[in-house]
């Protein structure tokens, strides 16, 4: 439920901006306000749960993310809207730290790979399905309202069925709640997102230079050294960080953080797969969407046997594994997929390394020298892989729209090597062109052309550009598969040599 909504929202949001008659760049609002609300609250409430008790946190959790879907249905203007989505955001940040917290609290350390790779299944599986389950839902229904009304007997039911079978668990408490970290982080965190929203994908480099970037992300980086600042102070007195510093003393820590950012940059690249399908395999848009299917399926089998695979070996191989699969699948994109089945055999190795790197090891290895803060720090790694996710979309996006820029001069050399000159090309019809700012927009413009010769000449045109656009997406995400797996060893040799002993001895 929790990891479903932002993809779910994205197959609907045309239909809510139609609904609530605002514009696109209002509507994207929907989808960037809970982003914003969620960074700012999974720390947040995966610090609560430390002190006041996971179960009762995970309920709250569960409590905020029902009332807050029953708001958005019931919503009567846009405004409203806007606010419930941020109400839905403070539930939804909780609800994985929590659970993954309670996990490594209270399993046996031999079995928590397991346990902690059936929730990252779940993370990983919601991800990559939500578009489909949101486009089944619209059209089983005809109504956006249900997309909402759906998780409030199924939030109910979690409530009922988590308050008969779930225990109290928490972490010994010292001092009272940093509520002066509290809002610097806030704060500090919601100025870096939205700074990192306004960036350009196209321009990327101009658009650093907006106020709305440079301007948020200043301020953001200023209160969160602030908040640093604040929160070592408070941990010298022997207070109650919101933060604790130990995350961020130890070397394989901080490399473990790198590496759950470079992780939230891959998933994000999982979201382009329908786009590829259809603009490049010829795919039409209404099929699209369902080749994430075998993507999907492999995350799940990545992220539960990845967990078991962590219990034998150990997470700094299982999460080599992982980025070695990622890397493998992304770099087969520009190299080799040309058909369906060679496209289904790369996104089933990036949805492989996907879910085994999203499940147990991360979280394994970010509380594992955490007895009081298990959930705090899993807060953190869950925030910083949400600036991956955010920034992602952005720096991948950016080389598509590139390469649609090129799509004009390439249907002109097309057409006029079939034997139209540029005096028979309306005006008009060029502009709209180059007004498109997305491949899958234009692809399903191109089969109501009555010439077939045209549509052929188009159609190749846009295969071409778009191969391009692509091509670059996937190196780039291969790029940082590659990097990420520099970083897993830089947390494997210190995690070695803070426990005094090698990764492949022991585990635990």
């Excluded at 960074?39 to 179960?55: F, W």
């Excluded at 927009?441 to 778009?466: G, R, W, Y």
């Amino acid at each position: 439920m929790g990891g479903l909504d932002n993809g779910i929202m994205s197959s609907a949001l045309t239909t809510l901006i139609h609904s609530f008659h605002v514009s696109v760049s209002w509507g994207a609002w929907i989808i960037t306000i809970y982003t914003l609300g969620l960074a700012v609250s999974v720390p947040i409430m995966a610090k609560l749960s430390d002190s006041y008790g996971r179960k009762r946190m995970f309920l709250i959790s569960i409590v905020l993310f029902g009332l807050g879907s029953m708001s958005v249905a019931l919503s009567h203007n846009f405004t409203v809207l806007l606010i419930s989505r941020v109400l839905q955001s403070l539930g939804g940040g909780g609800i994985f730290p929590i659970a993954n917290g309670y996990i490594v609290a209270t399993v046996p350390v031999e079995r928590q790979g397991r346990a902690l790779g059936m929730v990252g299944g779940m993370n990983g599986i919601s991800a990559i399905l939500g578009p489909n389950i949101g486009s089944f839902i619209l059209g089983l229904t005809g109504d956006w309202h249900w997309l909402f009304w759906i998780n409030v007997p199924i939030a109910a039911l979690l409530v009922f069925l988590g308050m008969r079978r779930i225990e109290e668990n928490r972490a010994s408490v010292r001092g009272r709640i940093d509520t002066v970290g509290i809002v610097l982080l806030s704060t500090g965190v919601l100025g870096l997102m939205y700074g990192l929203t306004n960036l350009k994908g196209a321009d990327l480099f101009r658009s650093v230079e907006l106020p709305s970037v440079y301007g948020f992300v200043a301020a953001g980086v200023v209160l969160l050294v602030v908040f640093l600042w604040h929160e070592t102070r408070l941990d010298r007195n022997d207070g109650n960080p919101l933060l604790p510093m130990s995350v961020l003393r130890r070397p394989a820590l901080r490399w473990t953080l790198a590496v759950g950012f470079t992780s939230g940059l891959i998933l994000s690249s999982v979201i382009f797969l329908p786009a590829f399908v259809q603009s490049v395999l010829g795919w039409p848009a209404s099929q699209a969407g369902y080749w994430y299917t075998p993507m999907a399926l492999f995350s799940g089998v990545g992220a539960m046997g990845g967990g078991a695979f962590m219990d034998k070996r150990g997470p700094i191989a299982t999460l080599s594994f992982g980025f070695i699969a990622a890397a493998v699948g992304s770099v087969l994109f520009p190299l080799w997929v040309t058909t369906t089945w060679q496209m289904v055999v790369a996104s089933s190795l990036v949805g492989l390394g996907v879910g085994t790197t999203l499940g147990a090891p991360l979280n394994f290895m970010i509380t594992e020298h955490e007895p009081d803060n298990k959930s705090t720090a899993l807060g953190i790694l869950s925030l910083v892989r949400e600036v991956g996710l955010t920034l992602g979309p952005t720096l991948f996006s950016g080389f598509l729209t590139r390469s649609m820029s090129r799509l004009p001069a390439q249907i002109m050399t097309n057409l006029q090597s079939i034997g139209f000159s540029k005096a028979q090309i309306p005006a008009s019809e060029m502009a709209r062109v180059k007004g498109m700012e997305s491949f899958g927009n234009f692809s399903t413009l191109i089969h109501k052309i009555p010439s077939v010769p045209v549509q052929k000449a188009i159609l190749k045109a846009l295969h071409d550009v778009s191969s391009v656009g692509f091509g670059h997406l996937y190196w780039s995400a291969f790029v940082i598969s590659a990097v990420s797996i520099l970083f897993v060893v830089l947390a494997g040799v210190y995690r070695g040599k803070q426990r005094g002993l090698p990764e492949n001895r022991t585990r635990a």
